[in-house]
């Protein structure tokens, strides 16, 4: 089974700075035909359900704004929030559906310095 | 627009059966490149995916959890029903199920891109 680390557990970061939230996969999830990772980033806000953000490890769902970007390939990959703002504080969750059984990572908290 | 909603109880003793039922509007599990999956999440912990089934009928399951799971449809009346067997207090959290999305280019074809609506999700204590 693929497992997927992220870290930090936790991060705190001032109004208006960079956040950047680290996922790693146990094994490579980039599909070759179509060269797409299949990452998954989601955002869970307290009480909420999760919301999707980012598919194929980089492109933002319908609506996402765009201070959320998704990078990397093969193993590793990274959810920036490049101006953080106080409706983005969550937890954050990286998804691999490369292969079932699918499964999350642990979270990364993001909470304002 | 897509919605879902579980049902079912929310609170079951240890050794019992799990029934959950998933009912949703906006989509049909008989149209290709869907699928409804179900995730849950102990208080306070971290989101663990369980069970999806496709609109072929395909089923997958936790590895973890295979032999507990059930996953059915019954694309008439628009649910998909979950079982888990032999419940116990580890199992106590919240329960979603969501919508398996697909996107489908000229380049690519059909391609799946993630979970992009949820239910409210139900929470399921396990007691005696």
């Known amino acids: 089974d693929i497992v997927m680390t992220q870290s930090p557990d936790s991060l705190a970061v001032s109004l208006g700075e960079r956040a950047t939230i680290n996922c790693k996969s146990s094994?490579?999830?980039?599909?070759?035909?179509?060269?797409?990772?299949?990452i998954a980033w989601y955002q869970q806000t307290p009480g909420q359900p999760p919301k999707l953000l980012i598919y194929?490890?980089?492109t933002r769902e319908s609506g996402v704004p765009d201070r959320f970007s998704g990078s990397g390939s093969g193993t590793d990959f990274t959810l920036t929030i490049s101006s953080l703002q106080a409706e983005d504080v969550a937890v954050y969750y990286c998804?691999?559906?490369?292969?079932?059984?699918?499964?999350f990572g642990q979270g990364t908290k993001v909470e304002i310095k | 627009q897509i919605t879902l909603k579980e049902s079912g109880p929310t609170l079951v003793k240890p050794t019992q059966t799990l029934t959950l039922t998933c009912t949703f509007s906006?989509?049909?599990?008989?149209?290709?490149?869907?699928?409804v999956g179900w995730i849950r999440q102990p208080p306070g912990k971290a989101l663990e995916w369980l069970s999806v089934?496709?609109?072929?009928?395909?089923?997958r399951y936790s590895s973890s959890l295979h032999s507990r799971l059930t996953i059915t449809k019954d694309t008439s009346k628009n649910q998909v029903v979950f079982t888990m067997t032999n419940m116990d207090p580890v199992d106590t959290g919240t329960y979603y199920c969501?919508?398996?999305?697909?996107?489908?280019?000229?380049?690519?074809?059909?391609?799946?891109?993630?979970?992009?609506?949820w239910g409210q999700g139900i929470l399921v204590t396990v007691s005696s």
């Open positions: 969501a919508h398996w999305a697909y996107d489908d280019s000229p380049t690519f074809g059909v391609t799946p891109r993630g979970f992009d609506s």
């Open positions: 998804q691999q559906y490369f292969t079932t059984p699918w499964a």
């Open positions: 906006g989509f049909s599990l008989s149209t290709a490149a869907v699928g």
């Open positions: 194929w490890a980089s």
């Open positions: 094994q490579n999830v980039l599909y070759r035909s179509n060269n797409k990772n299949y």
């Open positions: 089934i496709y609109w072929d009928n395909d089923k």
